[in-house]
């Protein structure tokens, strides 16, 4: 087998030989070569092949081995092959146990002249140099050699990322050469100067062949290796100020990296349409949304792993561009044929569960044919060819008359608008507060919650989460402040242990806080704590009735651990509480499948499709895929 190059018994799995006996003091023209060959010459047997290569002047010169399969890698730097040189002279002949591949790496600083020698698991090689020669010799291991060879051939190499990509999101496959079960997943905060992070640490492999980095252009900006001890971390960074939302799990092919791109346009909808009262006490339903993440995505999407491979192949390929315009709601097809347009805002008002407010100077009929399209994108379609515009806010559209101005209600007791001026009503009882006794600790911890909510408003998220710890160092015992600061560390500083870290605060306080229970749950889960955070999930539900958010999300942690009849039992739970909803509903039939219970898991699709829920056509065709399997 592969005798390292160095006799050490410490470079088992990997030889990086640099030998630069000679580095010529050389210009930097075009003109000026650091080493040219002028000859090659090579004697193969039907077991030893000795191939030299000839220069000018001493090589300056590396040796690496590639695996899966084994290679010895060797890069001269500068390296010239001379103009007299023949094609013929540099190739290798057939051989059993050796291939050679030669390439010329122009874009590097020097240039690279690479020869790449294959070689065949009975056979070891050893490179020496011999004034101006360099000499690679491969001849039958000994076996001693064999035996370290064998141990050579199992380690796990990182080999390529297999990028695609869909409207809703990138999916990275980090290929590798076996199954990787032994890696752990990380996020590190944003800075003034770099943007938030998630990292994957992969202990015992080979990079050797993995580039270094790769540009993505989603919500990855792109992707960065370092080796790390014996194996290596993978950096994805975010292109933007937020983390986005990901899942991470092994496959064969390697690790699989699905990363939602939905996610941060509906976390920005959320933010502007809600707001967060000072004391937190709101905190948890403005980002619970966002906390949940993964784990909700991996109930809701069909095309998670163990799904049919033919039938994702059949759901990527059913991606269009709607999304890259800013359409991205529920899918509808509409066939009206002189419909008042009354009846069609009404049908509007029962696909989108909004309040819509039709204006009494809007009238007539309309004939429109579209089939699987946005609803929001059919919606801007009739208003055009109606003249209408439409005002959206505090979950009502209002639709009126193109001619006509609307202006938004600002008294808090008008109909439209329900939502109180929370920073007014913050700030004035603050004043209140401040009146009465209090300690000078709680009023300095509420003044500076108010800077905290203000620096959070403009997404100065770590500046607001310094202000809300000191406010916590005042008021140790407000429960509001620590779920607070586990919502903003795990929401929109990605910093899963700091989470956990407020939330246990929190549960100190009151372990009956299911809020709480849900930020530790979530954090402990993102850090692979398994265990961990299988108690916080549990405790997450005690509430009576239990939390909805709480169910859904242990439901999809204990489905992408491989904890199904669990998962069915939460899933049956949220039904009882909640009722069914499409994703449940789907989520249910897919473990039932994962189960094998082919037959439960065809009913639950047939109640699907009879569910009357509207539901996409690329859902509908996976549906009725399982369902003709399952039967």
């Known amino acids: 087998m592969h005798r390292e190059l160095a006799k050490s018994s410490a470079s088992i799995f990997l030889i990086l030989c640099i030998l630069s006996t000679v580095i010529l003091s050389t210009a930097r023209g075009n003109d000026t070569v650091a080493y040219q060959i002028a000859d090659i010459q090579l004697q193969l047997t039907d077991t030893t092949l000795t191939y030299t290569i000839s220069g000018t002047s001493a090589p300056a010169y590396t040796v690496s081995e590639r695996f899966s399969p084994f290679r010895a890698v060797i890069d001269i730097a500068g390296g010239v092959l001379s103009e007299n040189l023949s094609q013929t002279k540099m190739t290798l002949p057939a051989s059993d146990f050796a291939a050679l591949k030669l390439s010329d790496l122009k874009d590097q600083d020097p240039a690279v002249l690479r020869f790449e020698f294959s070689i065949a698991d009975s056979h070891d090689y050893s490179v020496a140099l011999n004034g101006t020669d360099l000499t690679i010799k491969i001849e039958l291991a000994g076996e001693k050699t064999a035996a370290k060879s064998n141990l050579k051939s199992q380690v796990r190499a990182l080999t390529d990322f297999n990028v695609t990509t869909t409207p809703a999101a990138t999916t990275i496959v980090i290929a590798s050469s076996s199954l990787i079960k032994d890696y752990t997943v990380d996020t590190v905060g944003g800075g003034a100067n770099k943007p938030p992070r998630m990292f994957i640490d992969v202990k015992d492999v080979d990079i050797s062949e993995l580039i270094r980095e790769k540009h993505i252009g989603t919500s990855v900006k792109k992707i960065r290796v370092a080796p790390r001890d014996n194996g290596a971390r993978i950096v994805f960074d975010s292109a933007s100020s937020k983390l986005f939302r990901y899942t991470v799990s092994p496959s064969q092919e390697g690790l699989v990296v699905v990363i939602n791109e939905t996610a941060v346009k509906s976390s920005k909808l959320s933010q502007k349409t809600q707001k967060t009262k000072v004391d937190g006490s709101a905190a948890a339903d403005v980002t619970l949304d966002s906390l949940i993440g993964s784990l909700e995505q991996s109930i809701a999407d069909p095309t998670a792993k163990n799904v049919p491979d033919e039938t ?88 009126y008359p193109g001619k006509k101005e609307f202006v938004w209600p600002t008294r808090a007791e008008d109909n439209l608008s329900f939502e109180a001026d929370i920073e007014v009503v913050e700030q004035e009882a603050l004043i209140i507060e401040q009146g009465v006794t209090q300690s000078k600790e709680i009023m300095q911890a509420k003044e500076y919650m108010v800077k905290a909510q203000t620096l959070g408003k403009g997404e100065e998220y770590e500046e607001a989460a310094l202000f809300y710890t000191k406010a916590w160092e005042l008021w140790p015992d407000n429960i509001k402040l620590t779920n607070r600061l586990a ?20 549960l100190t306080i009151d372990p009956q806080n299911s809020f709480a229970a849900l930020y530790a749950a979530i954090g402990s889960a993102n850090m692979q704590r398994i265990s961990d955070a299988s108690e916080y999930f549990t405790q997450s539900i005690s509430g009576s009735p239990p939390m909805k958010e709480a169910l859904i999300s242990y439901a999809a942690f204990s489905e992408n651990n491989n904890l199904n009849e669990a998962a069915i039992k939460l899933l049956d739970k949220y039904h009882s509480h909640y009722g069914e909803t499409v994703d449940t509903m789907v989520a249910k039939a897919r473990v039932l499948d994962k189960l094998g219970l082919k037959k439960e898991a065809a009913e639950q699709y047939k109640a699907l499709l009879g569910s009357g829920f509207q539901l996409r056509p690329d859902l509908k065709k996976y549906i009725s895929s399982r369902i003709a399997e399952n039967n």
């Open 487 to 506: 919502t903003l560390y795990l929401v929109h500083l990605g910093m899963n242990a700091k989470a956990v870290y407020y939330a246990e605060k929190s």
């Open 312 to 399: 994702e192949q059949m759901l990527t390929s059913l991606a269009d561009d709607f999304s890259f315009s800013g359409y991205n709601k529920q899918r509808i097809s509409v066939d009206f044929y002189k419909i008042d347009i009354h009846n069609v805002f009404r049908l509007f008002r029962q696909i989108t569960d909004l309040n819509i407010i039709v204006d009494e100077g809007v009238g007539g009929s309309l004939t429109l044919a579209l089939s699987d399209v946005p609803w929001d994108f059919a919606l801007d379609i009739i208003l055009n060819l109606m003249n209408l515009k439409k005002e959206e806010r505090f979950n009502t559209i209002v639709i």
